[in-house]
């Protein structure tokens, strides 16, 4: 399985670590309550079918990428760099 970094062009799967889901990228407040951290922390979904993922590639550019998998077919369709999408 490839993904294609921006930065690199396609790159074996292996090249990468899995972080979860994107949402982990959205932090609550410094000042949120206790649940809603407890809730970015803890819980996460589990979709089944098209999602959006936080990956690093640690054996490459050292970039975090945003890459947009189906988690039924593992079929990629397209990665971006996770700053991109931060801005
Ligand atoms: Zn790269």
Redesign the pocket.
């Known amino acids: 399985m490839l993904i294609p ?1 921006p ?2 062009g396609p ?1 074996d799967i292996r090249e990468f670590t899995c972080k979860g889901h994107e949402t982990h990228m959205k932090r609550p407040a410094p000042d949120a309550p206790p649940t809603a951290w407890d809730d970015h922390l803890h819980n996460r979904d589990n979709p089944a079918g098209p999602t959006r993922e936080l990956w690093y ?1 640690g054996a ?2 050292g ?1 975090w990428l945003v890459v947009s998998r189906n988690t039924v077919t593992h079929a990629i369709a397209g990665a971006t760099l996770a700053r991109e999408g931060a801005r």
Do not use: I, L, N
């Open positions: 970094c930065q690199c790159r590639h490459g550019c970039a």
